[in-house]
T-cell receptor, first 115, second 115 residues
Framework: NAGVTQTPKFQVLKTGQSMTLQCAQD?????MYWYRQDPGMGLRLIYY???????DKGEVPNGYNVSRLNKREFSLRLESAAPSQTSVYFC??????????????FGDGTRLSIL | AQSVTQLDSHVSVSEGTPVLLRCNYS??????LFWYVQHPNKGLQLLLK??????LVKGINGFEAEFKKSETSFHLTKPSAHMSDAAEYFC?????????????FGSGTRLSIRP
């Protein structure tokens, strides 16, 4: 079972460059999420999508955009990368329509460094 | 408002001894509570969840947690630690039936197992 697949696994960017992080799930889940994880902190929600065609801001959306391309895929874009965006990014999915009582299934993360 | 506090950033136990990872929460509403485990360079994996059914929740790999409303706690326990339990553990709280944007992750507890 593939579950949630993220690409790439590692990336190094220069300040000001743009990039898109890809995420796909094969569990037919309605909801998908993007988080960032920084040392000593829990995960913080960047954006989420409760269903195909909808997206909503989370706790830390500034500097990011998202696209829910179809039910399977949810991408995260950094338009002009900044060193403060150096982090590990996780994509997740869950059943239901973005409800908080549903457990989430996570990808293995994208480790992004901005120089 | 909701919050979650993991009382120990690092716990070290000997193999074969009990594990206790402490989590306190604050929620104005009936909460949903989760424990996730994260192994190095991997995404988070659900260990167990509480959503207002039985107060003692059994999870995978021999872990369990008890919901204590009077103490606002949801501590994770395991009777006998195994080397493979070494990982980071996250306690998560959310308002029971609400938007996934209301999910709050704790800052994590790193569990080390001594041979």
């Amino acid at each position: 079972n593939a579950g949630v697949t993220q690409t790439p696994k590692f990336q190094v960017l220069k300040t000001g460059q743009s990039m898109t992080l890809q995420c796909a799930q094969d569990m037919n889940h309605n909801s998908m999420y993007w988080y960032r994880q920084d040392p000593g902190m829990g995960l913080r929600l960047i954006y989420y999508s409760a269903s195909e065609g909808t997206t909503d801001k989370g706790e830390v959306p500034n500097g990011y955009n998202v696209s829910r391309l179809n039910k399977r895929e949810f991408s995260l874009r950094l338009e002009s990368a900044a060193p403060s965006q150096t982090s590990v990014y996780f994509c997740a999915s869950s059943e239901g329509q973005g409800w908080s009582n549903q457990p989430q299934h996570f990808g293995d993360g994208t480790r992004l460094s901005i120089l | 408002a909701q919050s979650v506090t993991q009382l120990d950033s690092h716990v070290s136990v000997s193999e074969g001894t009990p594990v206790l990872l402490r989590c306190n929460y604050s929620s104005s509403y009936s909460p949903s509570l989760f424990w996730y485990v994260q192994h190095p360079n991997k995404g988070l994996q659900l260990l167990l969840k509480y959503t207002s059914a039985a107060t003692l929740v059994k999870g995978i790999n021999g872990f369990e947690a008890e919901f204590k409303k009077s103490e606002t706690s949801f501590h994770l326990t395991k009777p006998s630690a195994h080397m493979s339990d070494a990982a980071e553990y996250f306690c998560v709280v959310s308002r029971g039936y609400s938007s996934a944007s209301k999910i709050i992750f704790g800052s994590g507890t790193r569990l080390s197992i001594r041979p």
